[in-house]
């Protein structure tokens, strides 16, 4: 199984400058659909890989993503918060 870390925002103007931040830094990045068990979010979240991980906590901590539902790692038993 393809272990992946997806962050989840409340609105799509945050989740697209996440993602433009993450690729800024060098880091391969998608903007997927939400997955429906989450049930938070603007519907659209960035998904990443575990190396970007450091990386996407030290963006958040720098700017204001006021909007930001949380990390959640998709592991082989589902998604859990991280």
Known sequence: ???????????????MRFNAELLRGGFGTSVVNTPRELQSGCG??????????????????YYDYSSFAGFFCRCADGYKRV
Not at 1 to 15: G, I, K, Q, S
């Open 1 to 15: 199984m393809n272990v992946y870390f997806l962050a989840v925002f409340r609105t799509r103007d945050h989740t």
């Open 44 to 61: 659209i979240s960035v998904k990443f890989q575990e190396r970007a991980l450091n990386y996407a906590k030290r963006a958040l901590r």
